[in-house]
């Protein structure tokens, strides 16, 4: 950083600088509870020494703050894969089941969008296809955040939700599916050349998010790539060159994904399918009728309180997976 050039690529020093920042807050949360860990050790040691029961009670409630601190730095040490610290890209499809499966899709959405917020993660909605009635058959998000990939790639898999379904007049319960898939974003990733014969690129006019030139002109992009069948939308830009330069980022991150995977075997670790991402194959029950419950049939965690989780609280079950993980 203190080279005279650093910021010639303003991109990328912007990005190395966040990087540093975000080294630097972690460095000092591990200082910090060494220092406090120091300290509490010393007070026991009085503690003991005078057989003070009111130290001895302060004592306790310490040690148990920090243990959680631990705990949650802890976490950080499961984050060792070639990919963990990177950005991510997650997107949810919705499974067969009309509107009821594109309303869980949008559940799910407004679920990893909190998380993320609750992360102090930067979330961008790149595409979105509304359904006729409700929810939405299919979103992209962009997920910017030290760690997003690691902890969201614990996410990726079937996603099966069981409740009385709004949408039916009889009130039955109906279970619904979607399809969450996570994938790592490449900073670098010009040295993948596509060859303009592989892809098809069709424009349409951009709808929900994008500014106020929504709706007004064909500035939204559809990017296909042929041999794999890999189709990118971006209708998040203001222009059309932008959304067509971002969905080819996006696709060439995910022919990176592919190529990596062909060289290294690591398929299910890389793109956080731990277990085959098909239908039937769910990794996460949210059940809202006749009882209320999440549980996550990797881990066999689970909480009663589906409101919290549906409204972002899911870290204790990437903790509870990752731990799972890492014994293994």
């Known amino acids: 950083m203190s080279s005279p050039s650093f910021w010639d690529n303003q991109e990328k020093a912007t990005r190395l600088s966040r990087e540093r920042e975000e080294l630097d807050k972690e460095v000092k949360r591990w200082e910090s509870l060494t220092h406090d860990v120091a300290e509490l050790i010393e007070l026991d040691a009085i503690a003991q020494r ?3 029961e009111e130290i001895k009670k302060d004592l306790e409630k310490q040690f148990r703050d920090l243990q959680k601190r631990y705990d949650d730095v802890e976490l950080l040490l499961f984050f060792g894969g070639d990919y963990d610290q990177r950005n991510a890209y997650l997107t949810i499809h919705a499974g067969s089941g009309g509107t009821d499966a594109q309303d869980w899709a949008e559940i799910l959405e407004r679920m990893y969008l909190r998380f993320a917020e609750k992360q102090h ?37 079937v996603h099966r939700l069981v409740r ?13 599916f979607a399809l969450v898939e996570v994938v790592p974003e490449f900073e670098d990733v010009d040295h993948i ?8 690129i069709d424009t349409f006019m951009a709808s929900g998010h994008g500014g106020q ?9 559809r990017v296909v790539h042929i041999p794999t069948g890999i189709t990118i939308s971006c209708q998040n830009e203001r222009s059309q060159q932008q959304n067509k330069e971002t969905a080819l980022k996006i696709l060439k991150s995910k022919l990176h994904v592919i190529a990596i995977e062909e060289l290294q075997k690591e398929k299910q670790d ?3 399918e731990f277990k085959s991402a098909e239908w039937g194959n769910q990794i996460r029950s949210y059940v809202l009728h006749p009882y209320t419950m999440v549980k996550d049939h990797r881990t066999k965690y689970e909480t009663q309180d589906t409101h919290r989780v549906l409204d972002g609280d899911i870290l204790p079950f990437i903790e509870h997976f990752l731990r799972e993980h890492s014994k293994g």
């Open 50 to 52: 005078e057989n003070d």
């Open 121 to 157: 993660w930067q979330a961008v909605i790149i595409e979105e296809q509304r359904g006729k009635e409700a929810g939405m058959k299919r979103v992209m998000i962009h997920i910017t955040g030290r760690y997003a990939y690691g902890m969201l790639k614990t996410e990726a898999g």
């Open 164 to 176: 009385i379904s709004p949408f039916d007049a009889e009130k039955m319960r109906h279970t619904s």
């Open 193 to 200: 050349v596509v060859d303009e014969k592989d892809l098809r």
């Open 213 to 221: 030139s929504v709706n007004t002109t064909y500035s939204a992009v």
């Open 270 to 272: 890389l793109r956080g």
